[in-house]
């Protein structure tokens, strides 16, 4: 027994030396999943962005990274131990015919997954300590933060590395023992052959994987920017991932065998082979390839994603305002316009300061819900159809958009941030008047067709009678409540900017009807530290899903390697040449990879649209920037899928030409 328990340990250290093959990929996504785990942890565990200025927006975007990281990591560990233990069998069911009890099998097996916990841990936690000051900068200087900061190293986080990737390893071994123990050496020394298990009902399945595939795409092609974009999100996202899986593991073979039934075109010599290979290829590998679709998809919309926030952040931060300074007054309208102008152009002379962009206007806001053609005080049921009103006279809309337009009484022209009004007349309560233009552009606000979160509609009545006739039905008197905004974008040194922001700000305080002065600088660099650690947080996913893409297609190359040893060898013997077999081969492991990225490329497609309704949650709605990023990265990711499948196939076809070198 002392015997045993001594060589044991050397048998598994051996075991992984002479089985690098599948070792070492196994472990190198060991390594690179708990170095991130790490590396997202040691931000986390540091005081420093807890006490940075806009540090939490970060820290909040990291905290939410982390938790799906580790959602990620759990299945996808468990994945490639599955490929690992699948080619490790054959050889343990030889150990148990020579005579090797279970119980030393399954502690050599822990000996095993030690030294792979070890090794692992060291890798992850070196890399990390080496790495992660480099990244935690990477991650300021996207957020716009301060980079002359101290980075700690918290040993809570080695800690919890430590016990995560411990309950991984402890997943991992027990599904281990319990397969070995329940089978018999026999069945140990198929298993290693024996592929997925094939569905049953494949017809039922195929139809049920069609439907969710319909039924998802259906909602991203008609997805809307409201409050149940996110729950229609992720639905959607379950439907698709739910019909990939479907359709690869039931649905291909269910076409397969209608072209097999079809004898005109399946006994033919260039079709006979090639279907039954297939049928063959994806009953045993449907499951995965459904994954490497899965993965795919992951990775081209999180780097599409990711470049376009990046390219369009300064759209994103000003989506919704036009002016960085903006003074307020809401009264009887007292303020004497001009005096305010020419003081702050003073004021800004002597501090150095241009104004730019400068706009002035008084409206009267109110609070509407839109039913159709009719805005009503009555709240609806759906919160979506509130809107925001701004009403102003003709003569005041010529003034702010230096035009000369006229109306007749019981005309008006309406101008929408969102969608387009696309109506003749407009009714308020009993009153109606005729719409005789619809704006597309106003100094206001911005016009984005996909905004419906801040939907403001400006509407431009004749005279100031009609618009106090429509103000009281909302409880306005529009002679003593009256809205002025005067707004500018100040161009200078920002000691300087500063220097005459407070100066206005206290100047502007002491005015009749003052409301509010506003200076967005600092809410825009929020914004932009938000958007910042959003995209650390899209590249560390976007390589964290290659990273697992390119591990299941290395092991399913090394798969298909193993089982076409013994069918090129059963080619041969029917009376195939070695140059029509390779050819063959060839052509179905090409078909068999090239079938995820098809699909990839298909979700992606009909995915943007939904994304970019997603998108217009923070601002986002850059049509053009989203669908020449949506083209560039399926064609890298097209690119980079290609030659990846070329270098993990050096392993598949090295393993086959051991076999043609030993006939």
């Excluded at 601002?619 to 949506?630: D, K, V, Y």
């Amino acid at each position: 027994m002392k015997k045993y328990m001594l060589l044991l340990p050397r048998m598994a250290a051996t075991n992984i030396r002479k089985n690098g093959s599948v070792y070492f990929p196994y472990m190198g996504a060991g390594i690179f999943a708990m170095f991130t785990y790490f590396v997202f942890d040691l931000i986390l565990k540091n005081d420093v962005m807890r006490t940075l200025p806009k540090g939490v927006y970060a820290l909040m975007l990291v905290q939410i990274g982390f938790g799906l990281l580790g959602l990620i990591m759990i299945p996808f560990l468990y994945y490639t131990n599955s490929f690992l233990i699948k080619r490790r069998k054959r050889e343990l069911g030889l150990y148990s015919i020579l005579g090797l009890e279970k119980k030393h099998i399954g502690i050599m097996m822990f000996w095993e997954s030690l030294i792979i916990y070890a090794i692992v841990l060291v890798g992850a936690i070196g890399l990390g300590l080496v790495f992660s000051r480099l990244i935690f900068l990477l991650l300021l200087n996207l957020a716009k933060m301060s980079v002359d900061v101290k980075f700690s190293i918290s040993f809570r986080a080695i800690a919890d590395t430590v016990i995560f990737y411990a309950f991984i390893m402890g997943l991992n071994l027990s599904v281990n023992l319990v397969q070995v123990g329940r089978a018999n050496p026999v069945e140990l020394m198929g298993d290693s052959r024996k592929g997925e298990r094939e569905p049953r009902w494949i017809g039922l399945w195929s139809i049920v994987g069609l439907a969710a595939m319909i039924l998802g795409y259906r909602m991203a092609m008609e997805a809307k920017l409201d409050s149940g974009i996110f729950i229609n999100f992720f639905l959607a996202v379950f439907l698709v991932i739910l019909g990939t899986y479907f359709l690869f593991t039931s649905g291909s073979i269910a076409v397969l065998r209608f072209f097999k039934k079809r004898k005109g075109f399946y006994y033919r010599s260039e079709n006979f082979i090639t279907v039954s290979g297939m049928l063959y290829r994806m009953k045993k590998n449907a499951a995965s390839l459904s994954n490497i679709c899965v993965f795919s998809t992951m990775v081209i919309i999180t780097v599409v994603c990711t470049v376009a926030v990046y390219l369009g952040m300064e759209s994103i931060v000003t989506s919704n305002f036009n002016r960085e300074f903006e003074v307020n007054f809401f009264g009887r309208g007292e303020v004497d316009r001009n005096a305010l102008r020419q003081e702050t152009a003073e004021l800004a002379a002597r501090h150095g300061v241009v104004l730019e962009e400068e706009m002035e206007y008084s409206f009267v806001e109110a609070r509407a819900y839109q039913k159709e053609d009719a805005f009503q005080t009555e709240a609806p049921d759906e919160y979506a159809k509130r809107k925001q009103l701004y009403m102003m006279t003709v003569e005041e809309y010529n003034l702010l958009e230096n035009a000369q337009k006229s109306l007749r009484p019981k005309e008006v022209m309406i101008f929408s941030s969102g969608a387009d009004y696309a109506n003749e007349t407009v009714s308020f309560g009993d009153m109606e008047y005729a719409v005789k233009e619809e704006l597309y552009e106003s100094r206001i606000r911005q016009k984005h067709s996909n905004n419906t979160f801040e939907w403001t509609y400006c509407i431009v009545f004749a005279d100031q009678a009609q618009l106090q006739e429509v103000s009281s039905l909302f409880g306005i008197n529009s002679l003593e409540q009256m809205s002025y905004q005067y707004g500018f974008c100040p161009e200078g040194r920002k000691a300087d900017i500063d220097a005459f922001s407070r100066e206005l700000e206290t100047q502007v305080s002491a005015l009749p009807d003052f409301a509010e002065y506003v200076d967005r600088r600092q809410w825009m660099e929020e914004q932009e530290s938000m958007y910042g650690g959003l995209l650390f947080i899209g590249i560390f996913f976007g390589a964290i899903f290659l990273i697992c893409l390119l591990i299941i297609m290395y092991y399913k190359q090394i798969t298909e390697g193993f089982e076409d040893q013994k069918n090129f060898e059963i080619m041969q013997q029917v009376g195939m040449g070695d140059g029509e077999i390779r050819r063959t081969i060839r052509k179905q492991i090409s078909m068999v990879f090239g079938l995820p990225l098809l699909g990839a490329m298909c979700h992606t497609a009909v995915g943007m649209r939904m994304v970019y309704m997603l998108m217009g949650a923070i601002g986002f709605f850059e049509t053009g920037l989203l669908m020449a990023c949506s083209v560039g990265g399926c064609l890298v990711f097209a690119l980079v899928y290609s030659l990846s499948y070329r270098r993990t196939s050096t392993a598949y076809y090295r393993i086959v030409r051991k076999m043609e070198n030993n006939a």
